[in-house]
């Protein structure tokens, strides 16, 4: 068997310790927030969803936020956006595609750029694990991951959340570790390149959900299970969640209340041969499937979708299906978000927060 390419190792290193404390609105990891702070922001995206318009608008009336796109997006970078003006602040896309990026222009100058420019937070995507971190140190600003190569996306794994929610434990306010005991979730598909999954496996064990990983070796290495629970508090009882590997899909569909289908990511596979007739047999979510073997399971999906490979047109189109609520909430989640990033041990009058002081830079 032939080893695998280093750049194709599951899990990524931690990033470097900080010389400079991280803001207390940068959201690079979904680790970032404790339970507390993600039942704060679920409540917080439902009130600003709720909240006149006009009122809403005034919140981050003018403050300047940068959207750093290395990688495209459509969802993320729209419901960011979109998420911003309704809270009346004033976006700019830089993208890679379109600025002195392409001439060359280091991550680091270009945070330092934007932050010149009266940015007060930049919103990043990009094709480099731990890129966040680095921009985060560099532009001493707020940072929000919006995707950082195979690594995390913490506010899919939040907007998942809510919709997961709003599904399986409609009317619950205040989360807790066991919140979602007795709610198995599973990923399918191309977990090693998917931070989608990283973030979610992350997360969801510690409200007590169990997650089951599904796919072939070479998309769900043995290893993947081991980024998620070292991270998992020590707890006792059934509330205890955890990250399983399950490759038979049909086996795993019955035990769920959730399926979460991933895109194979053909930009990031490095090679990797994979037999995609031998793939949709194995793991395609057909409309047969669904029916004989989780019929009231709700059929998620980060999006984009390819219909006829991972999910045929009529599973994503069906009634299980919960992907363009995912969307919507995707705008409700970024508000609290972007919000939190702006006032986030921020005094009303702007000055730097303790810990977070101007000056002393190279
Ligand atoms: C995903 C991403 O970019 O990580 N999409 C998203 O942000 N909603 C998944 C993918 O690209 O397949």
Redesign the pocket.
């Known amino acids: 068997m032939n080893p695998q390419p280093r750049r194709r190792t599951f899990n990524t290193p931690a990033p470097p310790a900080s010389p400079f404390p991280y803001h207390p609105g940068s959201l690079l990891s979904i680790l970032d927030l404790s339970v507390d702070g993600v039942s704060r922001l679920l409540a917080r995206a439902t009130e600003l969803e709720k909240q006149d318009p006009l009122k809403r608008n005034r919140i981050l009336a003018k403050r300047r936020i940068a959207l750093l796109f290395y990688?495209s997006?459509t969802?993320?970078r729209t419901s960011f956006e979109l998420a911003a003006k309704a809270l009346g602040a004033d976006t700019t896309l830089v993208s890679n595609l379109s600025s002195s990026i392409e001439k060359g222009e280091s991550l680091k100058d270009t945070g330092l750029t934007l932050r010149a420019l009266g940015a007060e937070a930049i919103i990043l995507?990009h094709n480099s694990s731990g890129a966040p971190w680095l921009l985060e140190q560099s532009a001493r600003l707020p940072v929000l991951n919006?995707?950082d190569g195979m690594h995390e996306?913490p506010t899919?794994a939040l907007l998942d959340l809510r919709t997961i929610l709003a599904h399986l434990r409609p009317g619950v306010r205040a989360l807790g570790a066991d919140t979602l005991a007795g709610v198995t979730v599973t990923i399918v598909g191309?977990i090693l390149h998917?931070?989608?999954a990283r973030s979610n496996m992350l997360m969801l064990p510690r409200l007590g959900a169990r997650v089951v990983l599904c796919g072939p070796k070479e998309l769900l290495p043995e290893t993947a299970t081991q980024s998620a629970t070292g991270t998992l508090p020590r707890r006792q009882g059934p509330a205890a969640g955890g990250v399983e590997i399950e490759r038979d899909f049909e086996e795993a569909m019955r035990e769920s209340q959730a399926i979460m289908m991933?895109?194979i990511?053909a930009e990031r596979l490095a090679g990797l041969q994979l037999d995609l007739e031998e793939y949709k047999a194995g793991y395609q979510l057909t409309g047969q499937r669904l029916a004989a073997h989780a019929p009231k399971a709700i059929v998620m999906h980060?999006?984009?979708i390819i219909r006829g490979m991972e999910i045929t047109a009529g599973v994503a189109d069906g009634v299980q299906s919960t992907i363009l609520e995912q969307v919507t909430n995707?705008v409700a989640i970024r508000m609290a978000v972007v919000e939190r990033a702006l006032t986030a041990g921020v005094p009303s009058d702007r000055s730097p927060s303790p810990g977070w002081k101007e000056g002393g830079r190279a």
């Open positions: 990688e997006s969802r993320t995507r919006a995707g996306h899919q191309d998917s931070r989608v991933l895109r990511q980060p999006g984009p995707g």
